[in-house]
């Protein structure tokens, strides 16, 4: 009886293994699909592809997934769509947009859908990597912790846009640039939520901060044409 209960005691002691993390990336490059999958795999991933936006939500419809990696521009249905009609069921998931051809107008719109990473083609497989641990380990991050609410940084604030919270995550975002104003991707992502927010001209400012801080910054210099050419600056 004691072996027993000894091998029981210790079966119980060991520790479960975690399950893989599981990635469905939709794209209608065949390339782009394969490279990710292989970097991921590589990292021990379970990923999961699909050609386009409807092959994507059959994909989705039929399995739990902690990620979605998807192009923006695809026949049948596009990314944006892809993503609206996923927010219909499930209002949390990781999403990181893949995209050659990058429009502020887009963009905005998939962060207005809770997306708050993407990665511009081409790119590397340590950069997809790096992004996709990245997201992941911000998915452990509780936005309602006391700490979070004591030193709130800009994951946190990256966090509380995926769960579509635009107050706090501008609220977050604020905070976290007052104690580091040096970081122009900082300075850009609380642009971009000022801009969800309606405040424009405060959005300007910040793309306009980064902008010193980094005269190449990407995505600041298309916010700033685009905001040109629709005549707001």
Known sequence: MAGTTTRASNAAAVPRLSRKRRILVVDDEKNIRLTVQHS???????VETAANGAEGLDRFRDGHFDLILMDLRMPQINGIEMLRE?????????AIVITAYLTIDTLLEAFSLGVSD????????????????????????????AEAEAAPTIELARKALAEQDLPRALEFAK?????????????????ILEHLAGDQQAAEQSFHEALLLDPQHQLSRD???????????
């Open 175 to 191: 905070r976290a640039v007052a104690r580091d104003s040096n970081n122009p991707d900082s300075q850009a992502f609380l642009g």
């Open 223 to 233: 916010y700033l044409f685009w905001m040109q050419a629709k005549g707001h600056s």
């Open 118 to 145: 993407y990665i511009r083609k081409p790119f590397s497989p340590n950069d997809i990597r790096e992004m996709v641990r990245r997201v992941l380990v911000r998915e452990t991050l509780d936005t309602h912790s």
């Open 40 to 46: 991921l795999i590589a990292a021990d991933y379970d």
């Open 86 to 94: 996923i927010r219909e069921h499930d209002k949390h998931i990781a």
